[in-house]
């Protein structure tokens, strides 16, 4: 199974914030892949795959960001009705405890992507292994 880095930020949960940190990342020259905010009322979690993860973190630890790297699956997903429910199925079956999930911005080939990080990542690539689901690499994203 392929797997991808993902870049999580803590940032303060006020007005401007999330511009502000994509504000740093463009005037870097550092393009998204893919984007996710999970929030509560005083603090949020920015998960981002960036094209040059190395980059993104020497910036935004240089910039008094708390930051951290984890590995995590970009699974292709049919872009047509139910390709995802079907891709669901699946990993339910297998007992693959999904913790979050969000897609990529790009599609290709009639093709998405769904970023996928699992409680345990073994039992998620046995799964993708097992039913022969296709994974994006790094290139196929387009990162660094």
């Known amino acids: 199974m392929n797997t991808i880095s993902q ?3 803590f940032i303060e ?20 892949r893919a984007l996710n905010v999970a929030e509560n009322e005083d603090y949020g979690i920015l998960r981002i795959i960036p094209d040059d993860i190395e980059k993104t973190m020497r910036v ?5 960001y ?11 997903v049919p872009d ?4 995802l ?3 669901l199925e699946k990993l339910a079956a297998d007992n693959v405890d999904i913790q979050y999930m969000y897609s990529v911005f790009a599609f290709k080939d009639g ?22 689901i296709a994974t994006a690499d790094k290139e196929t994203l387009g990162i660094r």
């Not at 708390?66 to 292709?76: G, K, P, R, T």
């Open 7 to 9: 870049v999580s930020a």
């Open 13 to 32: 949960n006020r007005p401007g914030m999330l511009r502000e940190i994509l504000g740093i990342l463009s005037e870097e020259g550092i393009n998204l």
């Open 60 to 64: 935004l630890k240089s910039n008094e």
């Open 66 to 76: 708390l930051v951290s790297e984890i590995q995590v699956c970009a699974i292709e």
């Open 80 to 83: 047509k009705p139910g390709g």
């Open 85 to 87: 429910e079907k891709l």
């Open 111 to 132: 093709k998405a992507y769904m970023v996928i990080s699992a409680k345990d990542v073994m039992v998620l690539s046995k799964s993708v292994e097992k039913n022969n």
